[in-house]
């Protein structure tokens, strides 16, 4: 891909890296044998894969596997970001993201405070651009109609927002937001309402939803504060409904993790009214969560039990329980990031402590059944997205 010269004079005024400088300096990626299901049509990206990043201190790296026919996952390419990774977990949800529309996909460079953008197209996934975070340690992003807003921890906290110009993010002028609080609020995750008129914070250190609502230029106005019904409000996800689910972490505390819903109101698009108040999962550290594409069935990745939760979701918010242990990610496999496929027919989970991802088959009723899934991820792995 052709690099525009806004682009270069951008990167190179930064220090920052882009595919044009990667291929200039030889770096180029490794990509796996072809698997029989692809092709050189520009569909070959957009779905069928699983994607997250190697996190790694000398460089990160986009990681893309495949599923093959027989259900097994294979790694596919690995792809510089053009920033560096922490070397450690981020303790967030959404650190790879794809747009809307999956012809996008973002991931956070957590050391060199920068975002990087991919996109969908052909054999291989292209960096579009590498830019500044607009803040410190970006951990999370989120996207909407080509808007794209990260969340970056350290510092004072705060959330960013850019345009998405063909795959060159552009700064939103009066996007910079800080957290409830300066410093402290160890947020988790960034992500729109599924309407887009708010933007979301989870905020671990201050048992908070920080909320914002998304103006017409992009912009977004002054910080909401919610308190969370759970302790540690964690990872959450949004359905077709705008209906929002968050995990409650309870410290991690043995046992007492809980789930929250809320729902948005015309009058209100940017504050979150609680539906269903802390419904217990009787598991350990519930952290991350994914809805199916119908909404109706939820999935709860706890770190603490080694299990996958279910919740199913009812069409005014309320959720209930389905099955405490839905599935199991092998003992001390610490599950963590989880992801649903386009078509709602597969669950990924990302093991923090075996370095794998499980894999599920979604029944019609949301019962998991175990598919060989992919192992060898490297140590510092954060974030997934599928499609």
């Not at 599923?67 to 981020?90: E, F, K, N, W, Y």
């Not at 909320?211 to 106005?221: E, L």
Request: glycine share 12%; net charge neutral.
């Amino acid at each position: 891909m052709k690099a525009s010269r806004r682009y270069v004079l951008k990167t190179l005024s930064l220090g920052l890296v882009s595919a044009t400088a990667i291929a200039a300096a030889g770096l180029t990626a490794f990509s796996a044998p072809a698997l029989a299901h692809e092709s050189d049509d520009i569909n070959s990206m957009r779905s069928g894969l699983v994607f997250s990043s190697s996190n790694a201190l000398a460089g990160n790296e986009l990681l893309v596997y495949a599923r093959a026919q027989d259900g097994v996952l294979a790694l596919r390419a690995h792809i510089p970001t053009g920033g560096q990774g922490s070397g450690a977990g981020l303790g967030s949800q959404g650190a790879v993201t794809l747009s809307a529309d999956g012809r996008y996909l973002y991931v956070v460079n957590a050391l060199s405070n920068s975002l990087s953008t991919f996109e969908l197209h052909g054999r291989e996934p292209q960096l579009a651009s590498v830019v500044p975070s607009g803040g410190l340690h970006p951990i999370s992003v989120s996207e909407a109609d080509g808007l794209v807003y990260v969340l970056n921890d350290a510092g004072a906290g705060n959330v960013a927002g850019f345009r998405n110009l063909r795959g060159d993010l552009q700064p939103v002028v009066g996007s910079v937001r800080g957290l409830s609080v300066v410093g402290g609020a160890a947020p988790a995750q960034v992500g729109f309402s599924a309407d887009g008129d708010a933007l979301v914070v989870t905020e671990k250190g201050t048992n908070r939803l920080t909320t914002y609502r998304v103006r017409a230029d992009g912009s977004v106005g002054a910080p909401l504060v919610t308190p969370s019904p759970g302790l540690t409000p964690f990872g959450f996800a949004f359905n077709r409904r705008n209906r929002l689910l968050v995990t409650e972490a309870v410290g991690g505390a043995v046992g007492a993790s809980t789930v929250s819903s809320y729902r948005f109101s015309e009058s209100a698009p940017a504050t979150p009214v609680v539906v269903s108040s802390a419904v217990p999962d009787t598991q350990s550290a519930a952290c991350w969560i994914a809805i199916t594409p119908n909404g109706r069935h939820a999935y709860v990745a706890n770190t603490g039990s080694s299990s996958v939760s279910s919740y199913r979701v009812a069409p005014d918010g309320q959720i209930a329980l389905t099955s405490a242990v839905a599935g199991q990610t092998g003992a001390g496999s610490a599950p963590a990031d989880a992801a649903i496929s386009a078509d709602g027919r597969q669950l990924y989970v990302r093991n923090g402590r075996t370095f794998t991802i499980s894999s599920f088959s979604i029944g019609h009723n949301g019962s998991l059944a175990a598919n060989p899934g992919a192992t060898g991820l490297p140590a510092s792995a954060v974030g997934m997205a599928a499609n």
